[in-house]
């Protein structure tokens, strides 16, 4: 039985991003977030939570974030083909430009979605609990398989417009921390931040992740959260055809 190519470059996607050192930027980080800060955060106070854990409230938040981190991994992927030719080489093969994308949004995708089904492990494993249902945990990979498509998309754009590997490594790493710390991945959205804080937490995509993954989680899931699911919707498709478009018009290698 032949196995379709999309498949097989997913494979060859995974391989290429098994080693030790992505996977501890890819799933150690963000475990290091979820007991660092979930602990030391927690020894403050209810930060915010209502009262509730802050291990508790910041899990569904690390769950997102993994959206994040798995869209650098199609975006990094498809800068260093370009870069070291291997595009080239894929495309003179059996392969076509448009299953090379749709491999690396695929293993974008598997890569969130494992991440966050990790970091929830690691929470059960500190809290001692299961502390979610197989309706509630389908919503929260839903969210995440959504979130990781967007990200991956929007990486994926900046690799194909950016051609300096310096220009491409700090506009990303930049581009994670603002959305991480300008999201509600780690504190509530607060009246008492700056104005323009607050505008920044309004439109940031990872908000809405965070925001769904979280009422998903602790059981509080509202109108809201669906709504912000839908905007979210709207800028993973105006992302993706954007994406697509870069891609498909850029050079298959810097040489």
């Known amino acids: 039985m ?4 999309i498949l097989r470059l997913v494979y060859r996607n995974i391989l290429v991003n098994v080693d ?11 475990g290091l977030y979820l007991i660092f800060f979930g602990y030391g955060f927690q020894a403050l106070g209810s930060g915010g939570t209502g009262g509730a854990s802050y291990l508790a409230y910041l899990t569904p938040g690390i769950m997102a974030f993994q959206s994040v981190m798995a869209g650098t991994t199609g975006g990094s992927m498809l800068w260093a083909d370009r870069r070291w030719g291997m595009l080239s080489q894929l495309l003179m093969g059996p ?3 448009l299953q090379y994308l749709l491999g690396i949004m695929l293993t974008s995708l598997l890569f969130g979605l494992v991440g966050a089904l990790v970091m929830l492990g690691i929470a059960i494993a500190l809290l001692s609990v299961v502390p979610v249902g197989l ?3 389908a919503v929260m990979l839903g ?15 900046l690799s194909a417009l950016v051609k300096s590997n310096t220009a491409y490594n700090s506009i990303q790493i930049m581009l994670i921390f603002v959305v991480n710390f300008a999201s509600t991945v780690f504190y509530p959205l607060s009246r008492g931040l700056p104005l323009p804080l607050q505008v920044l937490f309004r439109i940031n995509p990872l908000t809405y992740i965070a925001d769904a993954v979280r009422g998903a989680y602790l059981g509080n899931f509202t ?10 919707a709207v800028e993973t498709v105006v992302a993706l055809f954007l994406a697509t478009r ?3 018009r850029s050079d298959v290698s810097f040489e």
Do not use: C, E, H, W
């Open 2 to 5: 032949k196995v379709p190519n």
């Open 20 to 30: 030790p050192g992505s996977m501890m930027i890819l799933v150690g980080l963000p």
């Open 95 to 97: 392969y076509t430009r």
């Open 135 to 137: 309706g509630p945990l």
């Open 143 to 157: 969210t995440i398989t959504l979130g990781s498509i967007f990200f991956g998309a929007l990486m994926l754009l």
């Open 223 to 232: 109108a809201t959260d669906g709504l912000q699911l839908v905007v979210l």
């Open 246 to 248: 870069a891609y498909l």
